[in-house]
């Protein structure tokens, strides 16, 4: 049994943030898909919120990292860390 004790939480925050910004880069035509399926939306403002949702959500995942390793630590120096049971292959 070994236990996570701390985490990194600007390496969380990094890597977080990168999944978020790949997530938004896949789900972003669907979104503006829906977003355009009430009316018209131009080629600029287009553009312009894809990059704005990629942006985002790449900066929310960041901080929401950041955020999660922090309270992680700051639980698990008083309350003990995540138990887990690893095997080698």
Do not use: D
């Not at 959500?57 to 700051?74: D, R, S, V």
């Amino acid at each position: 049994m070994v236990q996570i004790k701390s985490l990194n939480s600007t390496s969380l925050a990094k890597v977080l943030g990168l999944m978020y910004l790949i997530l938004a880069v896949i789900f972003s035509p669907f979104i503006l898909l829906m977003a355009s399926a009430g009316g018209q939306i131009g080629l600029t403002e287009s553009v312009i919120m894809i990059l704005a949702i990629i942006l985002f959500y790449g900066i929310a995942g960041g901080i929401g990292g950041f955020l999660i390793g922090a309270i992680y630590n700051f639980i698990a120096k008083r309350f003990g860390g995540i138990e887990m049971e690893l095997e080698t292959a």
